[in-house]
T-cell receptor, first 117, second 113 residues
Framework: EAGVVQSPRYKIIEKKQPVAFWCNPI?????LYWYLQNLGQGPELLIR????????DSQLPKDRFSAERLKGVDSTLKIQPAELGDSAVYLC???????????????FGEGSRLTVL | GNSVTQMEGPVTLSEEAFLTINCTYT??????LFWYVQYPGEGLQLLLK?????DKGSNKGFEATYRKETTSFHLEKGSVQVSDSAVYFC????????????FGQGTTLQVKP
């Protein structure tokens, strides 16, 4: 079974530039998550999808961040414009269970490390 | 709200030493508890879990027991190996079915030969 695939693995941009991250979840996993991981910290949820519906985006800074999950499979997270404080690792994860029994068992990608200069 | 607190690292041990990484939580109801591990250059992966009080999760020689009376889920291993060097995250999934997994800040373990 293929794992969660993210790209790019690394991205260096100047502030005020846009950036986009892509995620392909495990086949059959209806729930998809984007997490933000700052250096030395645990992941923090940005947005959670159930199929193509964003069911929890309360932590997503909507002035500059946007996300979409067309057709309920792949997802893209965009930042425009990027700020220095956005330098972090952006993690994508998927789950078969969502809020049902077995929830909390997430499969993570390797992450996309963003550096904003 | 729900939260998870882990002991600060880094934790440095010699091979075959006993490992304990403390984790305590704050939550309403009956959350499920998890330990995730992140090996160098890899994504986070589930190590073990416990879904109700007094449950013991175990995997790869690691164990953790869900203690509701002390709101703890400490990770233990009797004899660590160099290959166990990684960052360990304690996490909580609340019983309110929000689908949100909350992580602690992570504890770095370094095992020396």
């Amino acid at each position: 079974e293929a794992g969660v695939v993210q790209s790019p693995r690394y991205k260096i941009i100047e502030k005020k530039q846009p950036v986009a991250f892509w995620c392909n979840p495990i086949s059959g996993h209806n729930t998809l998550y984007w997490y933000l991981q700052n250096l030395g910290q645990g992941p923090e949820l940005l947005i959670r999808y159930e199929n193509e519906e964003a069911v929890d985006d309360s932590q997503l800074p909507k002035d500059r961040f946007s996300a979409e999950r067309l057709k309920g499979v792949d997802s893209t997270l965009k930042i425009q414009p990027a700020e220095l404080g956005d330098s972090a690792v952006y993690l994508c994860a998927s789950s078969r269970y969502g809020t049902r029994e077995g929830a909390g068992e997430l499969f993570f990608g390797e992450g996309s490390r963003l550096t904003v200069l | 709200g729900n939260s998870v607190t882990q002991m600060e690292g880094p934790v440095t041990l010699s091979e075959e030493a006993f490992l304990t990484i403390n984790c305590t939580y704050t939550a309403t109801g009956y959350p499920s508890l998890f330990w995730y591990v992140q090996y160098p250059g890899e994504g986070l992966q589930l190590l073990l879990k416990a879904t109700k009080a007094d449950d013991k999760g175990s995997n790869k020689g690691f164990e953790a027991t869900y203690r509701k009376e002390t709101t703890s889920f400490h990770l233990e291993k009797g004899s660590v190996q160099v290959s166990d060097s990684a960052v360990y995250f304690c996490a909580l999934h609340g019983s309110s079915n929000t689908g949100k997994l909350i992580f602690g800040q992570g504890t770095t373990l370094q095992v020396k030969p």
